[in-house]
């Protein structure tokens, strides 16, 4: 990869993760308020260990679990994660076990949870869980279609944070200083107009003299 | 002039056994041979379809993630095997005492149980050796639940997969062949996946009647049938009851229909169970 592409592609890169937490974590206090829910969370599937890890959380425990990890194929989230359908579950509280091992992990127990697979192109890519709803009579198909809607969001969002996160990896790993450079990039890219100016002039001053440094 | 023609009255043909003959053709003498069992009445009815049965010798497989056999609501299971994949991409099939890693297996097993009391329940678990290559176990469990011919298989999986759409394609459709009842969940998402599209299983979506015994026969598939599916009180870990809503609740109770169904008609085809359930659909027949 020349340097000028490398530059260009970190333009969009660098600072990019930070943009799709916030999408992340836009989704799941949207999901919270419109469900009226305690808490709400997005777990993100890592391929490299095959776990689950928190990557948004709002609401109850939001501190702490971010970055918490767990086996990807058991409880209620590995198995929406490997059946990809979604599941509601009520009184989480009267399974002793099942109570335990989230009290455990995050210090939160809660009554009732809606799960949901991240689903983007042929992938699973996460969970999308919402805990605690109100007590209702009766929970609807309505809302599980809601469910659904917040899930294709979050699933984009996700895709977005993986490619971000990878492409900034490949950068990170091509070495000799292209990382410096694709930061230098995306600062300038991310400055106001008139210093933007005053910055692409002073970067192509700096071009100048290690140009001629290269060349004396 | 050309050779006369052989005289065809004359003409003396070997008898081929019986299983060598070609099963994609039917001789004028054969046609006895295949005389069906299934005497339909003129109008079928729930008492017909399934009146004092109980699912009694039917063997119902629940593919998934393992199920609680000492729950009062499971009643048992005759048993329980676990599904894995080796380091050299053999299929490991060996007896299962991990019991349920989620809790869906055995909200499953008794949802089958409290339809079909009698009949048969097999635990094949798919789920807990990490989602990396939960497809392969997946198709694994299935092939082995279809070779072990179960009369129904319960699955509350799909894959997104079409890499895994052919496979599972055939799979579902030795099973149709073979006499073993897939039910699948649909999927309540826009997304593609499998094998519940396919038209050799019976696809199952929810709706938000409280009766078990209603269910609907869908005019627009891919989905062919709505069951019960929301609100439903089941088994969980730890001897426990909650309540949920999902597709994958809905399956069982079609599983437990087909049991119930298959307990009193066993010589019924997938293909004629599928026509009863239709025909006994709460919109069809209107559940008499």
Request: aromatic share 6%; with cysteine.
């Given at each position: 990869m020349s340097e000028e592409l490398k530059a260009a592609v970190a333009a969009g890169v660098l600072g990019s993760e930070e943009s799709f937490r916030s999408l992340l974590q836009s989704v799941v206090e949207v999901a919270r308020a419109i469900f009226g829910a305690k808490a709400s969370s997005i777990f993100l599937f890592d391929e490299d260990t095959d776990e689950l890890v928190f990557e948004a959380v709002a609401g109850e425990g939001a501190e702490s679990l971010i970055g918490q990890r767990f086996p990807s194929s058991t409880g209620v989230a590995g198995w929406v994660l490997v059946t990809r359908q979604p599941l509601v579950i009520e009184?989480?509280?009267?399974?002793p076990r099942f109570s335990k091992e989230v009290a455990e992990s995050t210090g939160f127990v809660p009554k009732g949870l809606m799960a949901v697979p991240l689903l983007y192109d042929e992938r699973s890519l996460g969970v999308l869980e919402v805990l605690d709803r109100p007590e209702r009579a009766q929970f609807s198909l309505v809302e599980m279609d809601l469910l659904g809607l917040f899930a294709n969001q979050a699933a984009i969002a996700l895709d977005l944070l993986r490619r971000a996160r990878r492409a900034a990896a490949v950068l990170a790993e091509s070495g000799e200083g292209a990382d410096v450079v694709a930061r230098l990039a995306a600062t300038v890219e991310g400055l106001e107009d008139e210093q933007r100016t005053a910055g692409v002039k002073l970067l192509a001053a700096l071009e100048e003299v290690l140009r001629r440094n290269e060349g004396g | 002039m050309g050779q006369p023609e052989p005289d065809k009255e004359k003409r003396e043909l070997p008898e081929i056994p019986k299983e060598y003959r070609p099963a994609w053709s039917l001789p004028a003498d054969a046609v006895d041979s295949i005389s069906l069992a299934v005497e339909w009445p003129g109008q079928v009815t729930r008492d017909w379809a399934w009146g004092d049965s109980a699912g009694k010798g039917v063997r119902v497989c629940i593919l998934d993630s393992g199920v609680e056999a000492d729950h009062p609501l499971v009643g048992g299971v005759q048993r329980s095997v676990a599904v894995s994949i080796g380091e050299d991409d053999e299929v490991i099939v060996e007896d299962d005492s991990?019991?349920?890693?989620?809790?869906h297996g055995t909200a499953c097993a008794g949802i089958v149980r409290g339809l079909a009391p009698d009949c048969e329940l097999i635990s094949v678990r798919v789920l807990g050796a990490g989602f990396t290559g939960s497809g392969g176990v997946l198709l694994a469990g299935l092939r082995w639940a279809v070779e072990q011919g179960f009369d129904v298989i319960n699955m509350s999986l799909s894959t997104t997969k079409h890499q895994f759409a052919g496979i599972l394609h055939e799979l579902t459709d030795a099973a149709y062949f073979r006499r073993t009842v897939l039910v699948a969940s649909a999927h309540n998402m826009p997304v593609e996946s499998y094998p519940w599209r396919f038209s050799s299983v019976i696809s199952v979506g929810s709706h938000e009647e409280p009766d078990p015994l209603t269910f609907f026969s869908n005019p627009?598939?891919?989905?062919?049938f709505f069951a019960r599916g929301v609100d439903v009180e089941v088994a969980w870990l730890g001897g426990a009851r909650i309540r949920c809503t999902g597709n994958s609740f809905a399956t069982p109770h079609m599983s437990g229909l087909c049991a119930l169904v298959l307990g009193k008609h066993p010589e019924l085809t997938p293909f004629q169970l599928k026509s009863v359930l239709y025909l006994t659909s709460t919109n069809v027949g209107g559940g008499r």
């Amino acid at each position: 990869m020349s340097e000028e592409l490398k530059a260009a592609v970190a333009a969009g890169v660098l600072g990019s993760e930070e943009s799709f937490r916030s999408l992340l974590q836009s989704v799941v206090e949207v999901a919270r308020a419109i469900f009226g829910a305690k808490a709400s969370s997005i777990f993100l599937f890592d391929e490299d260990t095959d776990e689950l890890v928190f990557e948004a959380v709002a609401g109850e425990g939001a501190e702490s679990l971010i970055g918490q990890r767990f086996p990807s194929s058991t409880g209620v989230a590995g198995w929406v994660l490997v059946t990809r359908q979604p599941l509601v579950i009520e009184d989480v509280t009267e399974d002793p076990r099942f109570s335990k091992e989230v009290a455990e992990s995050t210090g939160f127990v809660p009554k009732g949870l809606m799960a949901v697979p991240l689903l983007y192109d042929e992938r699973s890519l996460g969970v999308l869980e919402v805990l605690d709803r109100p007590e209702r009579a009766q929970f609807s198909l309505v809302e599980m279609d809601l469910l659904g809607l917040f899930a294709n969001q979050a699933a984009i969002a996700l895709d977005l944070l993986r490619r971000a996160r990878r492409a900034a990896a490949v950068l990170a790993e091509s070495g000799e200083g292209a990382d410096v450079v694709a930061r230098l990039a995306a600062t300038v890219e991310g400055l106001e107009d008139e210093q933007r100016t005053a910055g692409v002039k002073l970067l192509a001053a700096l071009e100048e003299v290690l140009r001629r440094n290269e060349g004396g | 002039m050309g050779q006369p023609e052989p005289d065809k009255e004359k003409r003396e043909l070997p008898e081929i056994p019986k299983e060598y003959r070609p099963a994609w053709s039917l001789p004028a003498d054969a046609v006895d041979s295949i005389s069906l069992a299934v005497e339909w009445p003129g109008q079928v009815t729930r008492d017909w379809a399934w009146g004092d049965s109980a699912g009694k010798g039917v063997r119902v497989c629940i593919l998934d993630s393992g199920v609680e056999a000492d729950h009062p609501l499971v009643g048992g299971v005759q048993r329980s095997v676990a599904v894995s994949i080796g380091e050299d991409d053999e299929v490991i099939v060996e007896d299962d005492s991990e019991g349920d890693l989620c809790g869906h297996g055995t909200a499953c097993a008794g949802i089958v149980r409290g339809l079909a009391p009698d009949c048969e329940l097999i635990s094949v678990r798919v789920l807990g050796a990490g989602f990396t290559g939960s497809g392969g176990v997946l198709l694994a469990g299935l092939r082995w639940a279809v070779e072990q011919g179960f009369d129904v298989i319960n699955m509350s999986l799909s894959t997104t997969k079409h890499q895994f759409a052919g496979i599972l394609h055939e799979l579902t459709d030795a099973a149709y062949f073979r006499r073993t009842v897939l039910v699948a969940s649909a999927h309540n998402m826009p997304v593609e996946s499998y094998p519940w599209r396919f038209s050799s299983v019976i696809s199952v979506g929810s709706h938000e009647e409280p009766d078990p015994l209603t269910f609907f026969s869908n005019p627009n598939p891919p989905v062919e049938f709505f069951a019960r599916g929301v609100d439903v009180e089941v088994a969980w870990l730890g001897g426990a009851r909650i309540r949920c809503t999902g597709n994958s609740f809905a399956t069982p109770h079609m599983s437990g229909l087909c049991a119930l169904v298959l307990g009193k008609h066993p010589e019924l085809t997938p293909f004629q169970l599928k026509s009863v359930l239709y025909l006994t659909s709460t919109n069809v027949g209107g559940g008499r």
